[in-house]
């Protein structure tokens, strides 16, 4: 399949989960706490100076003061100036966001102080040899703090713009690489298919196949139900309690990259694979407020993929149709007629015509011919 590269530029972060050893790791939490101060202080000097003089103070003007406080605090000093600095946009980027929306009307809230732990991402501005952070040996190398072990479960196909490191609730460190990909516009095709959410499966397509969630996600699910009951059983306030609170929170944070990263390569494939992908509306659907609990349980993780699907179609000029889902289960996919069936019913069974089939892929096929049809 050939493609054609599209001129305008598009941002996307890519999030790979690094090991930085004890030293390294106590250098970076220092750097946080460091940076927490920075930006505290350079909110204070705003608001001190607009108070005295009425006037803004800009990012240029606070560069000069950053570095007169670098020469009387040394801990500043052994932060890399790159990540000092962007904490100084970061505070610009949070007074012109409140400006802006003050002006159209709104009542944002004024930026507010970090409170210890509240600051968690370090940004190095610039990324290759030489410079911030950089590879080296497949390795993440992070200038003053030096080789930190990094899992590049994905490729990255374009060249890395900026490198953030941050510290999860549970305590684990990611690296964020921000890279500038043009789209890739894939060669017209007309092939489309259907999807349906499946109730026992993740995604059930027109064609009939069925997409199941990974063993491995599965299993990180019944872990995770596992560790809320033990959480409810323990004492209020008990140290138990505690450390059962944390092993929750990592379950969390390794359910949510295990199904991101399932929805990342399966939307991939797809938009690969067919020009037209239809699936259901969910917000018509969340309108409709339907009983069919086991189904809304699984719109949580569905929406996330559609999301997805809907930017990758974008960026590589496919299609992504929504239709309504208005009674796609009940209607028979050959001849029309409405078949009622509860959530229990697992099978299409048409009076009608006669097609008997798995009731999902049936609907799959109604989204499908929906989209055709209009
Ligand atoms: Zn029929």
Same mark, same amino acid.
């Given at each position: 399949?050939?493609?054609?590269?599209?001129s305008?530029?598009?941002?996307?972060?890519?999030?790979?989960?690094?090991?930085?050893?004890?030293?390294?790791?106590?250098?970076?939490?220092?750097?946080?706490?460091?940076?927490?101060?920075?930006?505290?202080s350079?909110?204070?000097?705003?608001?001190?100076?607009? +108070?005295?003089?009425?006037?803004? *103070?800009?990012? +240029?003007?606070?560069?000069?003061?950053?570095?007169?406080?670098?020469?009387?605090?040394?801990?500043?000093?052994?932060?890399?100036?790159q990540?000092?600095?962007?904490?100084?946009?970061?505070?610009?980027?949070?007074?012109?966001?409140?400006?802006?929306?003050?002006?159209?009307?709104?009542?944002?809230?004024y930026?507010?102080?970090?409170?210890? @732990?509240?600051?968690?991402?370090?940004?190095? &501005?610039?990324? @290759?040899?030489?410079?911030?952070?950089?590879?080296?040996?497949?390795?993440?190398?992070?200038?003053k703090?030096?080789?930190?072990?990094?899992?590049?479960?994905?490729?990255?196909?374009?060249?890395?713009?900026?490198c953030?490191?941050?510290?999860?609730?549970? @305590?684990k460190?990611?690296?964020?690489?921000?890279?500038?990909?043009?789209?890739?516009?894939?060669?017209?095709?007309?092939?489309?298919?259907?999807?349906?959410?499946?109730?026992?499966?993740?995604?059930?397509?027109?064609?009939?196949?069925?997409?199941?969630?990974?063993?491995?996600?599965?299993?990180?699910?019944?872990?995770?139900? &596992?560790?809320?009951?033990?959480?409810?059983?323990?004492?209020?306030?008990?140290?138990n309690?505690?450390?059962?609170?944390?092993?929750?929170a990592?379950?969390?944070?390794?359910?949510?990259?295990?199904?991101?990263?399932?929805?990342?390569?399966?939307? &991939?494939?797809?938009?690969?694979?067919? @020009? &037209? +992908?239809?699936?259901?509306?969910?917000?018509?659907?969340?309108?409709v407020?339907?009983?069919? *609990?086991?189904?809304?349980?699984?719109?949580?993780?569905?929406?996330?993929?559609?999301?997805?699907?809907?930017?990758?179609?974008?960026?590589?000029?496919?299609?992504?149709?929504?239709?309504?889902?208005?009674?796609?289960t009940?209607?028979?996919?050959?001849?029309?007629?409405?078949?009622?069936?509860?959530?229990?019913?697992?099978?299409?069974?048409?009076?009608y015509?006669?097609?008997?089939?798995?009731?999902?892929?049936?609907?799959?096929i109604?989204i *499908?011919?929906?989209?055709?049809?209009?």
């Open positions: 399949m050939s493609s054609v590269t599209s305008c530029k598009e941002k996307r972060n890519y999030k790979f989960r690094i090991y930085p050893n004890k030293r390294q790791e106590h250098k970076l939490t220092s750097w946080l706490e460091t940076c927490r101060i920075v930006y505290n350079a909110l204070a000097d705003r608001k001190n100076h607009f +108070i005295r003089t009425g006037n803004g *103070l800009t990012r +240029i003007a606070q560069q000069v003061i950053l570095k007169t406080d670098k020469t009387k605090y040394p801990r500043i000093k052994e932060v890399h100036s990540v000092t600095q962007e904490v100084l946009f970061r505070i610009e980027r949070a007074f012109n966001n409140f400006f802006r929306r003050a002006k159209a009307g709104e009542k944002p809230g930026p507010r102080y970090k409170g210890p @732990g509240q600051y968690k991402t370090l940004t190095f &501005t610039q990324f @290759g040899d030489g410079l911030g952070a950089s590879f080296k040996n497949s390795k993440l190398k992070l200038s703090i030096g080789l930190v072990k990094i899992k590049l479960h994905r490729e990255i196909h374009s060249k890395v713009k900026t953030s490191i941050k510290r999860e609730q549970s @305590g460190w990611y690296a964020i690489l921000t890279v500038e990909e043009s789209p890739v516009l894939y060669s017209p095709n007309r092939q489309s298919i259907g999807l349906d959410v499946g109730i026992k499966e993740f995604a059930v397509f027109s064609n009939g196949k069925k997409i199941t969630n990974p063993k491995n996600l599965q299993r990180s699910e019944r872990k995770l139900k &596992t560790l809320q009951r033990n959480l409810s059983r323990k004492k209020k306030g008990s140290k309690r505690a450390k059962a609170r944390v092993k929750l990592r379950q969390h944070e390794k359910v949510r990259n295990q199904r991101q990263d399932f929805q990342h390569k399966l939307s &991939t494939r797809l938009v690969w694979k067919y @020009g &037209t +992908i239809v699936v259901e509306d969910l917000q018509i659907k969340n309108m407020k339907n009983h069919r *609990l086991a189904k809304n349980i699984s719109d949580v993780g569905w929406g996330e993929f559609i999301a997805m699907l809907s930017y990758k179609a974008e960026s590589a000029g496919r299609i992504l149709a929504k239709v309504s889902p208005h009674g796609t009940q209607e028979c996919s050959r001849c029309g007629n409405v078949v009622p069936k509860d959530l229990s019913v697992r099978t299409h069974d048409c009076p015509c006669g097609l008997v089939m798995d009731r999902d892929h049936n609907a799959a109604n *499908l011919h929906r989209y055709k049809a209009s």
